[in-house]
């Protein structure tokens, strides 16, 4: 690693959106607030007016012991809800319904770990609580002129992942994010695809101990660009020496000062009167983690395992649930995890990155993939021939099978044309003497190669080679 990143540890918060649930965590709300008209999708619960009571949705809990389970993590047997308070317009009840690690508070999961290519991190907890609403701002946070509110949001069920500070560089943190992300959507709790279902926000500290906090980092890919921005702005400005929380701004791409960082204290949390605390006995933790589907790790190693693919190529894959649900898919064509694998993980995804594409919007199906690797399975092509078939169907957009088709045609023409011709004439004398004083009965013989090449012969060179043996 670099020395750039000497003595960097960095700690995430990920705020996971509960997406497949239908309604809020403590109302029936409608939780499909994307595309709604701002501000229709409210009630005293979410509103926080006085006299409404909050109930828990039971399947916000659900979600977030499966997430802890899938995460190695400790699910507690008694847990509680916390307010933390805070006057803020994205909050109309000015309090957010939320879990706190102390006075006699305990996050739902506790304790867990993760393994990356990078390394591994630690699991501090996995609490649950509510979404705040939306500000949205003309233009840029430290440019316009206003701001919007949308309440739609508020109530929305999320859990947020904490983790120690085990990151060591914003390399390592975009691998953890993405395989957190895969984790969750294997696990159909969270669709990360949704605008804003997963946002994080990140605290940096260099060996001397100075410690900032990122907010607002809405997608992976400015994770890792806030973070190299912000580790390269704490090195070279020395006076970075004060506790603060910093707001990346995503379209001028830096970091700006938000606040200087209140004290916990200062969000005076208290346990939630009108939540009682949850008690979850260990039958019901069983049965969640018997309903878990086969995670990311344990396709790790059946894929290793079973299928013998290497470690390194095997991680690649499983990181996107969308890639390694596509290698499986291939396989289900043609078994040969090997050659399908390597143009996965190397050409393809080489491919999809350099041209800043999405894997979802990878234009060639599963089936035409597999396609390609039969035809090197039944020696039709060679290994390199398929791979520069490929690599020109990403590049131009041309359907594979008709590479292929052309390919073929052409490899027939140029090696075994001639021994084709000769044994189709030596086949049919008399047809040959019929061309000589006939010129339309030529069609006869190079009918008879086309059929004997079962069509993947250049028609006009066929007829060429049969012209030259009539002189
Ligand atoms: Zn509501």
């Known amino acids: 690693m670099s020395n750039d990143y000497e003595g960097v540890k960095i700690g995430l918060e990920i705020h996971c959106q509960l997406t497949a649930l239908n309604t809020k965590m403590f109302c029936n709300c409608s939780s499909d607030y994307r595309g709604n008209s701002p501000n229709t999708l409210l009630c005293t619960v979410c509103t926080g007016l006085p006299g409404s009571l909050p109930v828990l949705n039971k399947r916000a809990l659900e979600a977030a012991i499966k997430i802890g389970l899938a995460l190695n993590c400790k699910i507690s047997s008694n847990s509680n809800f916390f307010r933390k308070n805070y006057f803020y317009p994205d909050s109309p009840k000015n309090y957010q319904i939320t879990q706190y690690d102390k006075a006699g508070g305990i996050a739902i999961a506790n304790n867990g770990h993760v393994e990356t290519n990078l390394g591994g991190v630690r699991i501090t907890r996995i609490q649950m609580e509510e979404d705040p609403g939306k500000l949205q701002y003309e233009g840029s946070i430290t440019t316009s002129s206003n701001t919007l509110i949308d309440y739609n949001r508020a109530g929305i069920s999320l859990v947020e992942i904490v983790t120690e500070p085990d990151i060591v560089s914003p390399k390592h943190a975009r691998e953890f994010l993405n395989t957190i992300q895969s984790i969750v959507e294997t696990i159909g709790e969270c669709d990360s695809k949704l605008d804003g279902s ?274």
């Open 198 to 471: 997963m946002r994080a926000d990140a605290n940096v500290s260099i060996s001397d101990g100075r410690r900032v906090e990122v907010k607002n980092i809405t997608s992976f890919k400015e994770v890792e660009r806030a973070l190299n921005f912000e580790i390269t702005r704490q090195k070279t400005i020395q006076a970075a020496s004060k506790m603060e929380t910093r707001h990346w701004d995503d379209v001028r791409r830096v970091t700006v000062t938000l606040r200087v960082k209140e004290g916990e204290e200062g969000y005076r949390y208290f346990p939630d009167p009108d939540l009682p605390p949850m008690v979850i006995s260990d039958d019901y933790v069983d049965e969640l983690r018997k309903s878990l589907p086969e995670l990311p790790e344990m396709r790790l190693k059946r894929f290793t395992e079973e299928i013998k693919l290497s470690e390194e190529i095997a991680r690649i894959i499983i990181r996107n649930k969308i890639v390694a649900d596509y290698f499986e898919e291939t396989l289900s064509y043609d078994f040969n995890p090997k050659l399908l694998s390597g143009w996965i993980a190397t050409d393809i995804m080489g491919y999809l990155n350099r041209n800043n594409i999405e894997f979802a919007d990878l234009p060639i199906k599963a089936k035409t993939l597999a396609f390609l690797s039969k035809s090197v399975s039944d020696s039709k092509v060679n290994d390199s021939t398929a791979k520069a078939i490929l690599l020109k169907s990403l590049s131009s957009g041309t359907d594979i099978e008709d590479l292929l088709k052309s390919e073929l045609a052409d490899s027939v023409s140029s090696d075994d044309l001639p021994d084709i011709i000769e044994k189709v004439i030596s086949d049919n004398p008399k047809a040959l003497e019929d061309a000589k004083n006939d010129p339309q009965a030529i069609h006869f013989l190079i009918g008879q190669v086309m059929k004997a090449t079962r069509g993947r012969a250049n028609h006009s060179k066929v007829k060429e080679l049969i012209e030259k043996q009539l002189n």
